[in-house]
């Protein structure tokens, strides 16, 4: 599904090198998390991989069921079956929900050469999707994310997953500000995704968003590289000793 | 360097200056018909002679200096040809409402819905200049003059000197649905002039709003009279052609606990001019004024100016001053906005917030915020803002799929909404919302 070989980054405005020769793949079907101390990269590899301006890609490349991403435009990117979701959601006064929504749908739908979804059928959708993530229908109404609490912002963002069905999920510390029910509900929205068609690429500080998504693939980043990759029980391991032990073996 | 130089010392010297001036005032006048007036006709004569007293605006006016006066001098207007379709439908035409048809200026009675509606009486100033007497003459110039301290306004006195035409609204209950003016055009070189006066009794409400096309220049004038307790809500979506010149004065004076909501929508225009002057007279009232403008320059040339000034005399008051502008390909925009609150007018709430978004560098926004307060309990603030699209919230949109072009019309509509929220009555929101998102969506490639 995802493969990045030795990808490298460096700011634009600034002469400084965040991705030193990256290499992961995350195969159909699997659940990858990446962990790894601040400053480490993860954030940059999420807005990399989405396509955001202001970085420059010295080396490398990344590819998405065969085809180049780092060419794409992030519209193109999203059309092809990639979906970043934010650690801080944007909130766009004066646009409702439910129309940024829809135009998207039907903008990727188009891009794909696709029949728009119509009013009805949207509407059908978007309800039901809503009522599974406890979303109400004010909520839809209202401006994208203006006025939302934390934990709605990252359960809008699930909703758009979800309407957007992509292939490739990257998650950006989705679990970041979020009170326990808040992220078993965001963890439920996640793994009724799920589906061997279908991959996440999870980044996280925490083990604990881990225990309700679980991985199949732990992989540790460090300094722009990954340094070490496992299975769950990596994830434990750092939860009990720190990063100090496992950073410094690694070399 | 030298060049400039020798140029200043060939500056023509300033007593031939002002006789220019009385020459240019003149020609103007000489290019236009001016009514004798019947019940205006003293309103009249006496604008005349302030008109002649402070002569009219030149580039280095004060109160001109970020817009030039001088097409607006000039005795005729440049002809514009006329579009054979506009490319949009016409706004507001599945309301509920009572049409009133100008064309260039002028009354259009065959085009026009009956005068008839229950709680307001309704005439022309055409045909009610024909008496001596009318309910208007205790407004019509009255607010045009007590608008003209501390800054002069000689357009709006060239306009009630010389305005044939215009609709005179009394509103005494709460009608049933909406007044409708529609402007439009016949000749290429129309320069078209009118004045309104709207007078609410007390309790009394309105909504008033005023669309269509509008000649080669405009100058135009609406005084509004608000009793105790009276409402308007005015909002004007008047279409121009790119090369138009156009120039508006609002007069107002609002009484205890009465409303004042005025909203306008403006694109395109080579240069426009919009002035509103607000005067809130009695306490616990609240007056809004708010637009929202986008200026294209690749069509040519986009000037854009909204000059207000409220003035607080009352307790109690509060007044909104929203204005939003988005400007490409070397547009520009001028807001000069000012609240004065004077002795005695405490608990005032007094809010101005001006902001531009720029789509390019080529384009400018100049802003003169101003504050003058002479009470000492009282609430003011002022902002003025001058920025681009937001990066992220664009990066965010494209994620989602959604195209650039279309990601721009929703930052655009996104920056607009604060303005937008200004209209009370979501229908007439939405029909705004809509025009302005078509009128983005067709300009998005350029």
Redesign the interface.
């Known amino acids: 599904m995802l493969k990045i070989n030795n990808l490298h980054v460096k700011l634009e405005e600034e002469d400084k090198q965040i991705l030193k020769g990256l290499s992961l793949e995350v195969p159909a079907g699997q659940v990858h998390a990446i962990m790894g101390p601040n400053g480490s990269g993860k954030s940059t590899l999420s807005y990399v991989l989405s396509g955001r301006d202001g970085y420059e890609i010295t080396e490398g490349e990344a590819t998405l069921d065969g085809e180049s991403l780092l060419d794409m435009e992030p519209e193109e990117r999203a059309a092809a079956g990639l979906f970043l979701a934010f650690q801080y959601p944007v909130e766009i006064p004066g646009v409702g929900n439910m129309t940024f929504l829809r135009t998207a749908v039907n903008a990727q739908r188009k891009a794909r050469g696709e029949e728009e979804l119509s009013s009805a059928e949207f509407l059908k959708q978007i309800r039901e999707k809503a009522r599974n993530l406890d979303i109400d229908a004010e909520m839809l109404k209202r401006p994208v994310n203006v006025g939302f609490s934390g934990g709605e912002k990252k359960r809008n963002e699930i909703l758009q997953m979800a309407m957007l069905a992509p292939r490739m999920c990257i998650m950006d510390e989705t679990d970041s500000g979020l009170d326990v029910d808040a992220m078993r509900l965001v963890a439920d929205g996640v793994n009724a995704l799920r589906g061997p068609d279908r991959s996440f690429l999870v980044i996280t500080h925490y083990q604990r968003l881990l225990n309700h998504i679980q991985p199949d693939v732990v992989h540790i980043m460090s300094n722009g590289r990954i340094v070490k990759s496992g299975g769950p029980d990596l994830a434990l391991q750092i939860e009990d000793e720190g990063y100090g032990d496992l950073l410094a073996e690694a070399g | 360097m030298s060049e400039a130089a020798v140029k200043t010392k060939d500056v023509t010297p300033q007593i031939s200056g002002a006789a220019k001036a009385a020459d240019a005032l003149q020609a103007r006048l000489d290019a236009m018909t001016l009514p004798k007036g019947g019940f205006t006709a003293a309103a009249r004569a006496d604008a005349l002679a302030r008109l002649r007293d402070m002569g009219l605006p030149g580039p280095r006016d004060e109160y001109w200096r970020y817009t030039d006066p001088r097409p607006f001098n000039a005795p005729v207007p440049q002809p514009i040809p006329i579009e054979e379709r506009a490319p949009d439908s016409p706004l507001f035409t599945d309301l509920d409402r009572l049409t009133l048809v100008f064309v260039d200026g002028a009354f259009d009675a065959a085009s026009s819905d009956d005068l008839m509606l229950e709680g307001i009486e309704i005439d022309t100033l055409a045909n009610a200049d024909a008496q001596d007497s009318h309910w208007a003459a205790d407004v019509y110039g009255k607010l045009e003059t007590a608008g003209q301290n501390p800054v002069k306004r000689p357009f709006a006195v060239l306009n009630t000197a010389t305005a044939s035409d215009g609709v005179l609204i009394r509103v005494t209950g709460r009608p049933a649905k909406p007044v409708h003016i529609i402007h439009r055009r016949a000749r290429e070189d129309a320069d078209v002039s009118w004045h309104h006066v709207i007078r609410v009794e007390e309790g009394a409400e309105l909504t008033l709003l005023e669309t269509g096309m509008v000649g080669a220049r405009s100058n135009s004038v609406i005084e509004v009279d608000l009793a105790r307790g009276a409402k308007l809500h005015h909002i004007t979506a008047k279409r121009a052609g790119h090369q138009k010149l156009g120039l508006s004065h609002l007069f107002a004076r609002v009484g205890a606990e009465a409303q004042l909501k005025a909203f306008n929508l403006s694109v395109n225009g080579t240069l426009m001019r919009h002035e509103g002057v607000i005067d809130i007279v009695g306490d616990d009232a609240v007056a809004h004024i708010a637009a929202a403008v986008l200026g294209d320059g690749h069509v040519g040339p986009f000037h854009h100016d909204d000059t207000v000034f409220i003035t607080h005399s009352a307790e109690r008051c509060e007044s909104r001053q929203v204005f939003k502008k988005v400007l490409k390909n070397g547009a520009e925009g001028v807001f000069q906005g000012k609240i004065l609150v004077k002795p005695g007018a405490q608990k005032t709430d007094g809010y101005q917030i001006s902001q531009a978004l720029l789509l390019d560098e080529r384009s400018q926004f100049l802003a003169k915020p101003e504050l003058e307060i002479y009470a000492d309990d009282v609430k003011c603030s002022h902002g003025s803002t001058t920025g681009a699209i937001?990066?992220?919230?664009l990066?965010?949109?494209?994620?989602?799929?959604?195209?650039?072009d279309?990601a721009i019309v929703?930052?655009v509509?996104?920056?607009?909404?604060?303005a937008?929220e200004e209209i009370e009555d979501e229908t007439l929101r939405g029909q705004i919302n809509d025009r302005l998102e078509a009128w983005l969506t067709r300009r998005a490639k350029q």
């Open positions: 937001d990066e992220t919230a990066f965010y949109m494209r994620s989602r799929g959604v195209p650039y279309r929703f930052l509509l996104s920056f607009l909404a604060d937008l």
